[in-house]
């Protein structure tokens, strides 16, 4: 009879490869935070609540995890616990673009409440890991404020480098479907590898399993509804083409349209909205006379188009944050800016300081992150910065979008009239009178503007917006409050309109 050797049943965790656990796990936590935020915006937009709201789910989550998985690996043994760990986090991780592009296309409340859970399930279990590590590698209590201290400056580390790598690399150049479904097989490896390396070989049927649900929902999210034609660094881009009209194309981001285009024909105008720029251009200048332009956000260049054909000559700049709203213009829309248009890629705030002083005939703003204008694009400080570079006779034209009480219309019509001489609105009469809200386009200059000649060429266009400036605009900013960067809570502002 011989005697047999058999593998012990449990071998022992490397501070090597627990470094490495704690590392990945905060860092994978960060990962779908960052992309949790890109995820969502197509469905409940990108602002200061969105950015609190999943900061909040993914800080409760840690705080859970941590809690429940020490609690967990005093009563179990971690060694078990650690591969089904990682494994259920890279399936929760690897489903959720499948599972909130389902709960977009049901309902919008749906898709929070299916976003919330698909962030905080795999946070929770990452956020387990640490304290389990802890418990393996803590065996011996005169080193515990050591053990501790540095898993805790890994796990810092993690996150860290999670953070940078996904804000300045893989959303840049990566779809966050990609990156999700990417970063869940890599979680469902690393179950594999850990429950190798700490117990042998024991789970080969969940492993396949695993994999195959990660298979099928990678399958799955492909077809599903709310994919984008293209994804950039700040918006999931669409285009879709007009059935009523040949070249007409509208450029989509995160659900809203953002910018319609006839490809063959720039003078056509499809929104409201810029039928009101262009008429604004078309009566505060003599006819056909070039202009210099500066734009705040490029959208698909309708408006730096219409100048270059209606104004031979006019000469435009455009900064545009995203580069890849400007790639999709010129791969998807045909768009390529000419000799006349030059697009930067850069924050239209630092833009303003680039230009030179006094270099402008006309300021065009037109910048969003979902339906508001960028915060810090409407201060006192932003109006200063565009006054600093218009001409004498120079126009400051300006989009917002606010519904209810436009609260943010009003103060940032405030805002202007602190620093302009002549400021006016026009919008859909409702605007004025309480009844009505949507697009609002804001114009200001030193010199005096010619609103009936404005309203005149809106009624020209078949459009029913109305005018109204200077004094005639005193009852209805009332004591709407001036925006600075100290002080400019534009999303809070804009509050009514996303509730309701």
């Known amino acids: 009879m011989t005697d047999e050797v058999t593998a012990p049943a449990h071998r022992p965790l490397a501070p090597r490869t627990g470094a490495v656990l704690v590392f990945g796990s905060s860092a994978a936590v960060l990962v779908v935070e960052l992309v949790a935020l890109r995820l969502l915006a197509p469905y409940i937009g990108l602002t200061l609540e969105t950015n609190t709201l999943v900061i909040g789910i993914a800080l409760s989550a840690i705080a859970f995890g941590s809690w429940a998985g020490g609690r967990a690996a005093d009563v179990t043994e971690p060694r078990r616990t650690l591969g089904p760990l990682l494994g259920v986090s890279g399936l929760a991780v690897g489903v959720t673009p499948l599972v909130v592009r389902l709960g977009g296309a049901a309902d919008g409340a749906l898709v929070l409440l299916a976003g919330a859970l698909c962030l905080f399930v795999p946070a929770a279990l990452l956020s387990a890991v640490t304290p389990m590590v802890t418990k393996l590698l803590l065996t011996d209590l005169a080193e515990t404020g050591a053990v501790v201290g540095r898993l805790s400056g890994i796990g810092t580390a993690g996150g860290i480098a999670g953070t940078v790598v996904t804000g300045f690399v893989l959303i840049s150049v990566v779809p966050v479907s990609a990156i999700l479904l990417g970063l869940g097989v890599l979680l469902v490896l690393a179950a594999v590898a850990v429950d190798l390396r700490v117990r042998g070989w024991r789970r080969p049927r969940e492993a396949l399993v695993l994999v195959l649900v990660l298979g099928g929902a990678t399958a799955l999210t492909q077809v599903a509804p709310g994919g984008c034609d293209a994804e ?7 285009v879709q083409a007009d059935p009523e009209r040949d070249g007409g194309r509208l450029l989509v981001l995160d659900g809203l349209g953002h910018s319609y285009v006839d490809v063959d024909d720039p003078t056509y105008l499809h929104f409201a909205y810029v039928e009101a720029i262009a008429s604004l251009v078309d009566t505060g200048f003599p006819a056909q006379e070039p202009l210099d332009a500066y734009h705040l956000g490029a959208g698909a260049l309708t408006v730096p188009r219409y100048l270059a054909a209606e104004r031979p000559g006019s000469r435009s700049l455009v900064s545009e944050i995203d580069a890849g709203v400007i790639r999709v213009g010129r791969e998807r829309l045909g768009i390529e800016p000419d000799a006349s248009i030059d697009v930067r890629v850069e924050d239209g705030r630092l833009g303003l300081g680039r230009v030179e002083a006094g270099s402008r005939d006309l300021v065009v703003g037109d910048a969003f992150g979902g339906v508001s204008v960028p915060w810090h694009l409407t201060t006192r400080e932003a109006v200063t910065a565009v006054d600093r570079l218009l001409r004498p006779e120079g126009v400051y034209v300006l989009n917002v979008i606010d519904h209810g009480p436009l609260g943010f219309a009003r103060a940032e019509v405030a805002t202007l009239r602190e620093r302009f001489a002549h400021v006016a609105v026009a919008a859909e009469p409702g605007a004025f009178d309480g009844t009505d809200g949507g697009n609002l386009v804001v114009a200001a200059s030193q010199e005096p503007l010619d609103l009936r000649a404005w309203e005149a060429r ?9 005018v109204v400036g200077d004094g005639d605009l005193d009852d209805w900013v009332g004591d709407a409050e001036v925006l600075t ?16």
């Open 485 to 500: 960067d100290d002080d400019a809570p534009v999303d809070q502002l804009l509050t009514p309109y996303r509730s309701s």
């Open 458 to 466: 809106l009624g020209e266009r078949e459009s029913s917006w109305r």
């Open 232 to 238: 950039t660094t700040y918006h999931c881009a669409q």
